[in-house]
């Protein structure tokens, strides 16, 4: 089973965009069955139904694409005899029935009881006749905050399904939106609220949070040539402790190559890893947390080149901040491995207000602030990744 989430702005489109989806599906395969959720009933009359009649330029009864519409069980029999049933998921109970193909869901984060609507989905992905068609699911919604259960579901590096991939886009991306109509959604929000009604990105309510966008700033492939490499490194005990990577190229951008993050680690063990760094990405230069400089002591002793951190706090959340913007040629000036899941599920999350889940933030923050004396070399070597 594959798994698409779309998320945007309001008015992004997003409606239109799962229906279309819906009517290729039906077109595909034909004889395949699909179901079309909303929150709410009333939802299916004043969002679904009308959102499918603009797409097919006719009412559902008299649509040429459309052989049999059936009011009476919200059923949409397709020329080639596909069939799309239209529920409201007032219960998510009414869910269940027979197995299905695919699976479309509209404005996924104001269901109730998402959590049990999703077991009940996956029940009944297993193919209206098994092994015939491919069986999948496709959400389309406005985010809503970081650690939600959709949220997890898809963006969430530790917890999101394996098979899925999310599209996203904000209110600027539709050309069909009048520039009045954008312009008073942007006046009428601000902080995360702006994030997620015109960015259509999960985001806080709360300010102080990174404009960070999986879709943009997270990388599965890295270049193979740096000017520098530096890592920053974060002390803990019972919190974790953190070093991070950060290879510079020749524009200036950074690029986060590798992490590690555990808990209760003895400064031996952290050196050890500090180490492995140093062999795999051929720098030794690490700027640490001040905090502890008989630690950063113990690390030089090791034979690694470790110097505190002398940056201020909200000078580096600034330096993270600002390389997170894209600039004139549409790109950031920071980018992450999506092996480093723990630094992208903090700046998904990060607060500057409050002091927690900002280990890997310190540490990357530390790195892109401090030079760590390194010769500004081209890096020739072939980066090795775990």
């Not at 699976?103 to 104001?110: C, G």
């Not at 959400?139 to 939600?148: A, G, Q, Y």
């Not at 951008?253 to 952290?270: C, G, K, T, W």
Request: include cysteine; charged fraction near 25%; aromatic fraction near 12%.
């Amino acid at each position: 089973m594959f798994a698409r989430l779309a998320t945007a702005g309001t008015g992004g489109g997003k409606t239109v965009c799962g229906a279309f989806e819906s009517w290729v599906w039906a077109w595909k395969y034909a004889g395949s069955v699909g179901y079309a959720f909303e929150p709410t009933f009333k939802m299916v009359r004043r969002i679904l139904i009308p959102t499918l009649e603009t797409l097919f330029g006719a009412p559902l009864e008299s649509s040429p694409a459309i052989r049999e519409y059936n009011k009476t069980d919200s059923r949409i029999t397709f020329f080639n005899g596909s069939q799309l049933w239209l529920i409201g998921l007032d219960e998510p109970e009414s869910a269940e029935g027979p197995n299905v193909d695919w699976i479309w869901s509209d404005e996924s984060r104001l269901i109730h009881k998402i959590e049990t609507s999703w077991q009940v989905w996956e029940r009944r992905l297993r193919g209206s006749v098994p092994g015939r068609y491919p069986v999948g699911i496709w959400l389309t919604t406005t985010p809503n905050e970081p650690n939600s259960f959709l949220f997890n579901l898809f963006e969430n590096p530790k917890t999101k399904l394996a098979n899925s991939k999310v599209y996203r886009w904000g209110i600027d991306d539709n050309p069909y939106l009048t520039a009045e109509y954008r312009a008073e959604v942007k006046r009428a929000h601000t902080g995360g609220f702006y994030k997620r009604f015109v960015e259509g990105v999960f985001a806080p309510v709360g300010v102080g949070s990174f404009d960070f966008d999986s879709t943009v700033h997270v990388v599965e492939s890295l270049p193979s040539e740096f000017r520098r490499v530096v890592c920053g490194v974060d002390f803990g005990w019972s919190n974790p402790s953190c070093i991070v990577a950060v290879g510079f190229d020749g524009d200036g951008r950074a690029y986060v190559l590798d992490e590690f993050y555990q808990s209760r680690v003895h400064v031996d063990a952290l050196a050890e890893e500090a180490k492995d760094m140093v062999r795999r990405f051929g720098f030794n230069a690490f700027t640490c947390d001040s905090s502890e400089p008989r630690t950063i002591d113990e690390l030089n002793i090791a034979g690694l080149n470790a110097s505190p951190n002398k940056s201020k706090r909200e000078e580096g959340i600034r330096e993270i901040g600002g390389r997170l913007k894209r600039e004139s040629d549409g790109k950031p000036r920071l980018f992450i491995s999506s092996r480093c899941v723990n630094l992208i599920s903090e700046l998904q999350v990060f607060d500057e207000a409050r002091k927690e889940n900002d280990h890997a933030v310190d540490a990357l923050r530390y790195a892109l602030c401090g030079g760590g004396g390194v010769d500004m070399q081209v890096l020739t070597a072939e980066v090795k990744y775990r």
